[in-house]
Nanobody, 126 residues
Framework: LVHLMQSGGGTVQSGGSLRLSCAVS????????LAWFRQAPGKEREGVAA???????NYADSVKGRFHISQDNTKNTLWLQMDNLKPEDSAMYYC????????????????????WGQGTQVTVSS
């Protein structure tokens, strides 16, 4: 069983930065992917960034060059550094884990993500 506990988020002005973290506990065997998804009111949940057990990363076009996904050396914490935030980045953000999945495909197969964090709100004011 994998448990994900999120922290971070909040409100920031346009152009600002925030960092989200996700504590990963439990047994998770390679290969796997960890990812961040977001959902704005009235919209579908969408993939933002993913990292797999080999360290490969994948980003949605809308966040490339602004967001950075990483894990600490113990792989117990997942991070999402968000820079140059825009109002359209406002959403509820979720971390998630999927087994037997590589980062290249992770953002397109949300149904493969079995484990989810509780969500954290990010609001970017203009």
């Amino acid at each position: 069983l994998v448990h994900l506990m999120q922290s971070g988020g909040g409100t920031v002005q346009s152009g600002g930065s925030l960092r989200l973290s996700c504590a990963v506990s439990g047994s998770i065997d390679s290969p796997y992917s960890l990812a961040w998804f977001r959902q704005a009111p009235g919209k579908e949940r969408e993939g933002v960034a993913a990292i797999d057990s080999d360290g490969n990363t994948n980003y949605a076009d809308s966040v490339k060059g602004r967001f950075h996904i990483s894990q600490d050396n113990t792989k117990n914490t997942l991070w999402l550094q968000m820079d140059n935030l825009k109002p359209e980045d406002s959403a509820m953000y979720y971390c998630a884990a999927a087994l037997k999945l590589w980062a290249d495909y992770a953002l397109d197969v949300i149904d493969d993500f079995r484990y989810w964090g509780q969500g954290t709100q990010v609001t970017v004011s203009s």
